[in-house]
């Protein structure tokens, strides 16, 4: 038998064969595989370039162009993000500069970079709400029906052409009737007013019955037929303010009270409820807002809901109290709150309401990724449209905005949704992740 002898690496306990030794200069070949990773990272970080594909640039469209491409992966590269992010960026553009970037969307679709070119067109619609009435057809002989919002603005032509669709494509029924709810004019409502009445023969393929589709577009139908809409506007971002612009600097937003502890207790797990947001009525996210107390307040316990719905009815001094028509989700007398990271007193201190709306529409399209927090609009799902039903008066509560709870605690996820029944005055606040 060889004798083995020892690697000569020093502190390395391996010995190795006196074969193996001469191959690799008398390292065993743990220590010879390591010494060779060092010596390429050396390399790395000796010849490594700063690349700054913005260098000089200042036009956001050729800027958003580079965002958009895919830089192949080279280690000797190091890229230099742009100071903003994209959808700061696409904030920026002027109306021509976004009929720029429609151009280029299509050109990308048309010589096969369809998910470049339908992101792209995806930030357009939730962003600045451009119209796209004149590509639809074109994108519906492409057969790209997702995300369904890109429909939004679909022509009254191509809205009686669906309508048609609609009886006949088994196949692509789903999103047909997806694309009618975002048109969701006077003409779809009474079709789905008539399709509620008379069930069409296709209904019994569905789910759910068609009327329930109009949800996912932020609407129902009333008893009488009219179209409600389940979200409050105009729609304001709540955002994070970065640390070191100082959480006292008041220059590029409004201080906000939100994410207050409460002294009063959860009757379900125990633990201090939450106050969301607490904003004055008189600001102008609430303009449309019919709410009898000075301020809005939406109360709820922050393990709890992400169970089920948590339901604050107000006293008669305006506060909000825990609504003896909660129903206690399924397990949620056996949560411990001890489980779960208690939320900082001054988690709330960073936010900041912006000073001017936004479009309605900028956060629903969740996996996108927008600044997802806000008083007001389309709430982004994460999973399926989930509108709680008011326990008092039986109607689908309104959303009144969100919180992206990713940006609230460092390990925190999901969306925590709230709502408000205008004449029972009534709050509720669900959760969704993925
Ligand atoms: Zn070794
Ligand atoms: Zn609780
Ligand atoms: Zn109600």
């Known amino acids: 038998m060889t004798e083995r002898i020892p690697c000569i690496r020093e502190g390395c306990p391996n010995t190795i064969l006196p074969a193996t030794a001469a191959k690799t200069g008398g390292y065993c070949m743990p220590c010879k595989q390591e010494m060779e990773r060092e010596a390429h990272q050396r390399y790395i970080e000796a010849h490594r370039r700063d690349v700054n594909l913005y260098e000089g640039m200042t036009d956001p469209v050729e800027i958003l162009k580079i965002m958009h491409t895919r830089q192949v ?11 903003q992010s994209k959808e700061q960026v696409y904030l920026s553009l002027s109306t021509e500069q976004q009929g720029l970037m429609i ?13 470049t070119g339908k992101d792209i067109l995806v930030y357009l619609v939730c962003y600045h709400d451009a119209s796209l009435s004149a590509l639809i057809p074109e994108l519906l002989e492409r057969e790209i029906y997702y995300p369904v919002i890109l429909y939004k603005s679909a022509s009254a032509k191509v809205r009686d ?22 048109i969701g004019d006077e003409i779809v409502v009474r079709q789905f007013q008539q399709w509620r009445q008379f069930p069409p023969h296709w209904a019994d393929q569905l789910h759910v019955a068609p009327e329930h589709y109009t949800t996912e577009a932020g609407w129902e139908l009333t008893n009488e037929g009219q179209r409600r809409d389940l979200f409050t506007t105009p729609c304001y971002s709540l955002y994070k303010v970065k640390e070191d612009d100082g959480a006292d600097n008041t220059s590029n937003g409004d201080p906000i009270s939100m994410l207050l502890p409460n002294a009063d207790n959860c009757k379900w797990c125990g633990s201090s409820l939450t106050t969301l947001i607490d904003l004055d009525v008189q600001h102008p996210a609430l303009q449309d807002v019919a709410w009898n107390s000075e301020r809005l307040q939406v109360r709820t316990c922050v393990i709890c809901s992400c169970y089920g719905v948590v339901y ?7 506060k909000p109290c825990w609504s003896a028509l909660n129903v206690m989700p399924m397990g949620a007398d056996d949560l411990d709150p001890d489980d779960y990271v ?7 201190r960073h936010f900041r309401i912006a000073t001017a709306p936004r479009q309605p529409f900028h956060a629903s399209e969740w996996a996108m990724e927008p600044s997802a927090s806000q008083i007001g609009g389309h709430p982004g799902w994460v999973q399926d449209a989930e509108y709680p039903i008011c326990p008092c008066c039986s109607m689908r509560m309104k959303a009144i905005g969100q919180l992206d709870w990713g940006e609230v605690e460092e390990y925190g996820e999901g969306i925590y949704y709230m709502f408000i029944c205008e004449p029972c005055q009534l709050t509720a606040v669900s959760y969704q992740q993925s």
């Open 73 to 83: 992966h080279d280690p000797l590269i190091r890229y230099a993000a742009y100071e």
């Open 103 to 115: 151009d280029y969307a299509m050109q990308q679709i048309r010589t096969g970079d369809e998910d």
């Open 161 to 182: 052409q669906l309508l048609q669709q609609v009886n006949t494509d088994d196949e692509n029924r789903n999103i047909l009737l997806l694309m009618l709810a975002y």
């Open 312 to 318: 604050m009815e107000m006293d008669s001094a305006g």
């Open 342 to 348: 208690k939320l900082a007193p001054d988690a709330g």
